[in-house]
């Protein structure tokens, strides 16, 4: 199970690297406190975790980390509206955080909105696309590529796009697993797995 706990670390955007991207340094007291909510929303206690990052958004409005934590929560606390709302303008705010789509996937696909999800995974791998053209072609993003394209594709195009990854790496733990997953065409694992916290 902590093999593939990496991959949601990135499509959770709980420790994705915003600095990186634009030069932008959150303010230290939002940081503080989207810590504080990712620890309590990995506890489930959910109402602290909500509390603290919506202190951490109040503080900074343009940390996109806070903001998509934010929207995770809401949809852990299956306050899916809000949680719709939340990626929404996540996503419109912030159009290259693949995750962020990712995660509007998964929230849609919950609620039986089938194409809206298919757009969304669409979004998604198109935003991955765009970073690993812009240099970044790590293995854990080429990896939430791979789940992009199978949420959107299914089976057999994720399959294509997980052995890319483990004929480039292959000691790499975590593309192994999910493409074990794949093979199963275990999608409700792999939607469970990618709308956890980081751990």
Request: proline letters at 4%; hydrophobic letters at 40%.
């Amino acid at each position: 199970m902590g093999a593939i706990a990496a991959v949601c670390i990135l499509l959770a955007g709980c420790y994705s690297s915003q600095t990186t991207q634009s030069g932008y340094a959150p303010k230290t007291h939002a940081v503080q406190k989207h810590a504080e909510a990712v620890d309590a929303l990995k506890s489930d206690r959910l109402k602290d975790a909500l509390a603290a990052i919506d202190e951490a958004v109040s503080e900074d409005p343009e940390y996109a980390d806070a903001a998509l934590t934010r929207a995770l929560i809401l949809l852990h606390a299956e306050r899916l509206d809000e949680a719709a709302a939340a990626y929404d303008g996540v996503c419109k705010k912030w159009p290259d955080r693949a995750e962020a789509h990712a995660l509007a996937g998964i929230m849609h696909e919950k609620t039986g909105k089938a194409e809206a999800a298919k757009a969304a995974y669409g979004a998604a791998k198109t935003a991955y696309d765009r970073r690993i053209t812009a240099g970044d072609r790590t293995p854990d993003t080429q990896l939430s590529r791979a789940l992009a394209v199978y949420m959107l594709d299914g089976r057999s195009a994720g399959l294509v796009e997980i052995n890319k990854i483990i004929g480039e790496y292959p000691d790499y733990g975590p593309a192994q697993e999910v493409k074990t997953k794949i093979m199963e065409n275990n999608r409700a694992f792999l939607l469970e797995w990618m709308e956890r916290p980081g751990k």
